[in-house]
């Protein structure tokens, strides 16, 4: 008997140690972790699932033809036969996945399954001419996007402000300078291109989760690493450079050594000195922007992990103004501004940002507690004085003085005194959770729906759902410094604006206001996936979002709806074994909700500083409803999107934009709309190089209600709001030598149609001025010097070194970002334009270790 027990013992024994299991990691082609991937074993049925790391393991079944199969939403599905293993061994594999869509360094991913309405996935690279070297620039050139000024990093949507944009970097909200009123002034943005690994945009119609805001959203994640790497950017604009990497831990987690600490460091510079030359005021221009962020992502095991986000930006910018010359006006009537001034600009941005997390994620359930804290200084001080003279030119072709000042119309002097000063402190404590749901399955009968096809994946016929919910608790202190004095004078006049018979000095403006404010938020989110339809043709997303400020006591309610519908899935998941074409990939969907945007401060303060802590929030109503289609030609996948949007506005806070600084009237008095179309298509022109055209068309109104000089309360009629831009047209194009691939061209052009431009005061109640188009060519070459295709040029350490030279403004274009008021000795006012940067060229260094 006790040999009985030996003999089976050991037979239970070798039995459990003869197991052999399937493991690895899933990756994307870009060599970037993808969780979440369905794998299933034909031999034994088995279903497994990749984690947040990417890990997986599945059973070999012994004497069994063992297929795996891997699938994922975004990307195309990898079947493969594992090989004949011996007991008691496993078999390591990592799988590449490509991508499923029609995009390879610039990926658009939309499916019913993963989809958001007007939502974008790509993934960007930084080859491209830019003038400010910032990330955004990529941003400016989607579909519903507009910007007009080339030195800044802000962008406008479908006809919001610039202050109506959410971003968000690893899930942490990020916040921007508040006191920036020119580009030139700005620095760069939060988001580090050398550390993205994917992004969404939305332009309208986004989701629940996603927070309070009228326009549009991006959310940006930062890539981890699989591997060591690190790459040196240097040019005449500045430099930037990363390191990225992991530590291994050599411990057994089940069925791999796991990455257990992974990080990644960026650093940038940007000095624009030999951009800002070309503007027409001459000076000394000292400019130094420069930050460093790192992700650092310690994972306890499989199923834990902690991230912290860190970010220092020091932006100091610097003009001692000497002179400026600006011609304008028409051939007819040419006239000419000559200004010589003295004194200083002084801009200084400081901020800093930290983000912790902690992540459970397994299966089917992810938890992600977050805490953060983000801390700006901004000051503002300036001390300009300046005469000026105003001349016509003579415009006669037949006259020896052609092209000279003619007559002296008249002359002036100014001063413009600033002691503006701003701290904020943001700090965000929240809780997001996502649960998914398998749904069920009915082999049999969806069998004979498909007509008994040799359909394989049942697997996939159930329905799935997917449950998100968060909750975020908000602390803001502000204190607010406002200290600006004008002094002008025409003709060695200075006029008293009351009227009065005084002979004193009197200013043209002066504000000087001092503020503290306190906010507390509290905001929450749930939101549900349910997909329908035999082969979840049908996807449909249902939220609402809450948001309580206590600064006004208000609190909001936001439901939100996005609907995906694919009409051709089932057909071509029906025959995609048979012989029979396939049809084309077509997803119809829509979009409604509510958004609201609580102030922040901006909006409470008015133009003489005062602020108005009762201020509600602004609500927009968002209509959605496009559709995307997939073909191909000349044997290339492409991609056209067009959506119509509808936005009905009310509480809106009346605004004047000046280059960009927007000064808000701090009550909510205008009601208005936006509508209009996008389109978008996008693919590979040039074989393995992706390239795309975008086309807006918007029109934007609003009714403003004020009281009159007459102390009657008024409503204007129909007004173009500030961004009421009628048409935008975007290309970034791609292009290389047929004969030798490493020499590659970059082309971006953006036009935008002119926009209307206001005054301040009751000037606002008025139809305004009109602001010239916006048009602008950069283009850029790059050679391959290590690591190309047909380079005879290798390094053991450098995997790739390319430079590149890019023209900016090609065609010396003179765009126009706002007015300089000056008036003449009959007291006519002239508006002299603010031109942007004029062609310049810059040489990049670009080294990938």
């Given at each position: 008997?006790?040999?009985?027990?030996?003999?089976i013992s050991l037979f239970l024994f070798h039995s459990a140690k003869s197991q052999s299991y399937v493991y690895g990691r899933t990756l994307s082609d870009s060599i970037h972790i993808v969780d979440s991937v369905k794998i299933s074993n034909t031999a034994s049925g088995e279903i497994g699932y990749s984690d947040s790391l990417g890990n997986y393991r599945i059973q070999y079944i012994s004497g069994k033809r063992n297929s795996l199969r891997f699938e994922?939403?975004?990307?195309?599905?990898?079947?493969?036969?594992?090989?004949?293993?011996?007991?008691?061994?496993?078999?390591?594999?990592?799988?590449?996945?490509?991508?499923?869509?029609?995009?390879?360094?610039?990926?658009?991913?939309?499916?019913?399954?993963?989809?958001?309405?007007?939502?974008?996935?790509?993934?960007?690279?930084?080859?491209?001419?830019?003038?400010?070297?910032?990330?955004?620039?990529?941003?400016?050139?989607?579909?519903?996007?507009?910007?007009?000024?080339?030195?800044?990093?802000?962008?406008?949507?479908?006809?919001?402000?610039?202050?109506?944009?959410?971003?968000?970097?690893?899930?942490?909200?990020?916040?921007?300078?508040?006191?920036?009123?020119?580009?030139?002034?700005?620095?760069?943005?939060?988001?580090?291109?050398?550390?993205?690994?994917?992004?969404?945009?939305?332009?309208?119609?986004?989701?629940?989760?996603?927070?309070?805001?009228?326009?549009?959203?991006?959310?940006?994640?930062?890539?981890?690493?699989?591997?060591?790497?690190?790459?040196?950017?240097?040019?005449?604009?500045?430099?930037?450079?990363?390191?990225?990497?992991?530590?291994?831990?050599?411990?057994?987690?089940?069925?791999?050594?796991?990455?257990?600490?992974?990080?990644?460091?960026?650093?940038?510079?940007?000095?624009?000195?030999?951009?800002?030359?070309?503007?027409?005021?001459?000076?000394?221009?000292?400019?130094?922007?420069?930050?460093?962020?790192?992700?650092?992502?310690?994972?306890?095991?499989?199923?834990?992990?902690?991230?912290?986000?860190?970010?220092?930006?020091?932006?100091?910018?610097?003009?001692?103004?000497?002179?400026?010359?600006?011609?304008?006006?028409?051939?007819?009537?040419?006239?000419?501004?000559?200004?010589?001034?003295?004194?200083?600009?002084?801009?200084?941005?400081?901020?800093?940002?930290?983000?912790?997390?902690?992540?459970?994620?397994?299966?089917?359930?992810?938890?992600?507690?977050?805490?953060?804290?983000?801390?700006?200084?901004?000051?503002?001080?300036?001390?300009?004085?300046?005469?000026?003279?105003?001349?016509?030119?003579?415009?006669?072709?037949?006259?020896?003085?052609?092209?000279?000042?003619?007559?002296?119309?008249?002359?002036?002097?100014?001063?413009?005194?600033?002691?503006?000063?701003?701290?904020?402190?943001?700090?965000?404590?929240?809780?997001?959770?996502?649960?998914?749901?398998?749904?069920?399955?009915?082999?049999?009968?969806?069998?004979?729906?498909?007509?008994?096809?040799?359909?394989?994946?049942?697997?996939?016929?159930?329905?799935?759902?997917?449950?998100?919910?968060?909750?975020?608790?908000?602390?803001?202190?502000?204190?607010?410094?406002?200290?600006?004095?004008?002094?002008?004078?025409?003709?060695?006049?200075?006029?008293?604006?009351?009227?009065?018979?005084?002979?004193?000095?009197?200013?043209?403006?002066?504000?000087?206001?001092?503020?503290?404010?306190?906010?507390?938020?509290?905001?929450?989110?749930?939101?549900?996936?349910?997909?329908?339809?035999?082969?979840?043709?049908?996807?449909?997303?249902?939220?609402?979002?809450?948001?309580?400020?206590?600064?006004?006591?208000?609190?909001?309610?936001?439901?939100?709806?996005?609907?995906?519908?694919?009409?051709?899935?089932?057909?071509?998941?029906?025959?995609k074994n048979d012989t029979i074409p396939l049809k084309k990939n077509v997803l119809i969907k829509g979009a409604f909700g509510y958004y609201y945007q609580a102030p922040f401060y901006r909006e409470m303060r008015d133009f003489s500083g005062r602020v108005n802590t009762a201020l509600k929030a602004q609500r927009s109503i968002h209509y959605v409803s496009g559709v995307e289609f997939g073909f191909k030609k000349y044997g290339r996948p492409f991609k056209?999107?067009?959506?119509?949007?509808?936005?009905?506005?009310?509480?809106?806070?009346?605004?004047?934009?000046?280059?960009?600084?927007?000064?808000?009237?701090?009550?909510?008095?205008?009601?208005?709309?936006?509508?209009?179309?996008?389109?978008?298509?996008?693919?590979?022109?040039?074989?393995?190089?992706?390239?795309?055209?975008?086309?807006?068309?918007?029109?934007?109104?609003?009714?403003?209600?004020?009281?009159?000089?007459?102390?009657?309360?008024?409503?204007?009629?129909?007004?173009?709001?500030?961004?009421?831009?009628?048409?935008?047209?975007?290309?970034?194009?791609?292009?290389?030598?047929?004969?030798?691939?490493?020499?590659?061209?970059?082309?971006?052009?953006?036009?935008?149609?002119?926009?209307?431009?206001?005054?301040?005061?009751?000037?606002?109640?008025?139809?305004?001025?009109?602001?010239?188009?916006?048009?602008?060519?950069?283009?850029?070459?790059?050679?391959?010097?290590?690591?190309?295709?047909?380079?005879?040029?290798?390094?053991?350490?450098?995997?790739?070194?390319?430079?590149?030279?890019?023209?900016?403004?090609?065609?010396?274009?003179?765009?126009?970002?706002?007015?300089?008021?000056?008036?003449?000795?009959?007291?006519?006012?002239?508006?002299?334009?603010?031109?942007?940067?004029?062609?310049?060229?810059?040489?990049?260094?670009?080294?990938?270790?």
């Amino acid at each position: 008997m006790r040999y009985c027990l030996l003999i089976i013992s050991l037979f239970l024994f070798h039995s459990a140690k003869s197991q052999s299991y399937v493991y690895g990691r899933t990756l994307s082609d870009s060599i970037h972790i993808v969780d979440s991937v369905k794998i299933s074993n034909t031999a034994s049925g088995e279903i497994g699932y990749s984690d947040s790391l990417g890990n997986y393991r599945i059973q070999y079944i012994s004497g069994k033809r063992n297929s795996l199969r891997f699938e994922h939403p975004d990307f195309t599905v990898y079947i493969t036969v594992i090989p004949e293993i011996f007991n008691d061994e496993d078999y390591l594999l990592d799988i590449i996945l490509k991508s499923s869509v029609q995009i390879i360094r610039v990926n658009p991913k939309i499916s019913a399954t993963s989809a958001r309405a007007s939502t974008i996935v790509l993934k960007p690279f930084n080859s491209r001419p830019s003038v400010s070297g910032d990330f955004m620039d990529f941003v400016k050139t989607l579909q519903g996007v507009s910007s007009n000024n080339e030195l800044s990093s802000q962008y406008n949507v479908r006809g919001g402000s610039y202050d109506e944009n959410l971003i968000y970097v690893n899930d942490f909200e990020i916040y921007r300078p508040q006191l920036v009123r020119s580009g030139q002034q700005e620095g760069l943005s939060f988001v580090n291109p050398d550390m993205v690994n994917n992004l969404v945009f939305s332009a309208g119609g986004f989701e629940a989760k996603y927070g309070d805001k009228l326009s549009s959203v991006l959310d940006v994640n930062y890539r981890s690493p699989v591997r060591q790497s690190s790459g040196v950017q240097i040019g005449l604009l500045g430099a930037s450079m990363y390191v990225d990497g992991l530590i291994k831990a050599k411990h057994r987690i089940g069925y791999r050594d796991s990455n257990r600490f992974t990080y990644i460091l960026g650093a940038r510079y940007r000095g624009n000195k030999n951009v800002l030359n070309s503007l027409d005021a001459i000076g000394n221009y000292k400019s130094r922007f420069g930050d460093f962020q790192s992700l650092m992502t310690y994972h306890f095991n499989r199923y834990n992990r902690m991230e912290l986000l860190l970010n220092y930006a020091q932006n100091r910018y610097r003009f001692e103004p000497e002179y400026q010359e600006t011609t304008f006006g028409t051939l007819q009537s040419a006239l000419k501004l000559k200004i010589g001034m003295d004194g200083q600009e002084i801009v200084d941005y400081s901020s800093v940002m930290g983000g912790l997390s902690f992540v459970h994620a397994k299966r089917d359930v992810e938890l992600k507690f977050m805490a953060s804290a983000f801390s700006s200084v901004e000051s503002e001080h300036y001390d300009i004085q300046g005469k000026y003279e105003i001349s016509e030119i003579d415009n006669n072709l037949g006259s020896s003085s052609f092209g000279n000042e003619r007559a002296l119309l008249g002359y002036g002097y100014f001063i413009n005194h600033a002691r503006n000063d701003l701290s904020f402190t943001v700090i965000n404590f929240a809780h997001n959770g996502a649960i998914k749901f398998r749904g069920f399955s009915n082999r049999n009968g969806f069998k004979k729906k498909l007509n008994n096809s040799s359909f394989r994946d049942l697997d996939n016929l159930s329905h799935p759902g997917k449950l998100l919910y968060g909750v975020k608790y908000q602390i803001e202190h502000i204190n607010d410094v406002f200290k600006e004095w004008k002094y002008s004078d025409s003709s060695d006049y200075n006029i008293n604006p009351f009227g009065f018979n005084d002979t004193g000095i009197f200013l043209s403006e002066q504000v000087r206001s001092k503020s503290t404010i306190n906010n507390q938020r509290l905001s929450g989110y749930a939101q549900y996936h349910q997909n329908f339809g035999i082969v979840n043709q049908i996807t449909l997303i249902s939220g609402v979002r809450y948001l309580y400020s206590e600064l006004n006591g208000q609190s909001l309610i936001s439901p939100r709806v996005q609907f995906f519908f694919e009409p051709n899935k089932f057909f071509n998941v029906k025959h995609k074994n048979d012989t029979i074409p396939l049809k084309k990939n077509v997803l119809i969907k829509g979009a409604f909700g509510y958004y609201y945007q609580a102030p922040f401060y901006r909006e409470m303060r008015d133009f003489s500083g005062r602020v108005n802590t009762a201020l509600k929030a602004q609500r927009s109503i968002h209509y959605v409803s496009g559709v995307e289609f997939g073909f191909k030609k000349y044997g290339r996948p492409f991609k056209l999107s067009a959506e119509l949007f509808y936005k009905d506005m009310d509480y809106l806070v009346p605004y004047v934009l000046d280059n960009v600084r927007i000064r808000y009237y701090a009550t909510n008095s205008a009601r208005g709309y936006a509508g209009g179309f996008d389109a978008r298509i996008n693919g590979e022109f040039i074989k393995g190089l992706e390239s795309w055209f975008t086309l807006s068309m918007l029109k934007t109104d609003e009714k403003i209600t004020y009281v009159n000089s007459d102390s009657v309360t008024v409503e204007t009629g129909n007004l173009r709001r500030p961004t009421d831009r009628r048409i935008s047209a975007s290309i970034m194009f791609q292009d290389e030598l047929k004969t030798n691939k490493n020499y590659r061209m970059h082309l971006m052009l953006n036009f935008g149609s002119g926009m209307p431009y206001y005054l301040g005061g009751e000037a606002r109640y008025k139809e305004g001025n009109t602001i010239p188009s916006y048009k602008r060519v950069d283009i850029g070459f790059s050679k391959v010097i290590i690591g190309g295709d047909s380079t005879k040029l290798q390094s053991k350490h450098i995997k790739q070194m390319w430079i590149g030279v890019d023209v900016y403004n090609l065609l010396q274009i003179n765009n126009v970002i706002s007015y300089l008021w000056v008036k003449d000795f009959s007291n006519t006012t002239y508006g002299v334009p603010n031109y942007l940067t004029g062609r310049r060229i810059n040489v990049r260094l670009v080294t990938r270790f």
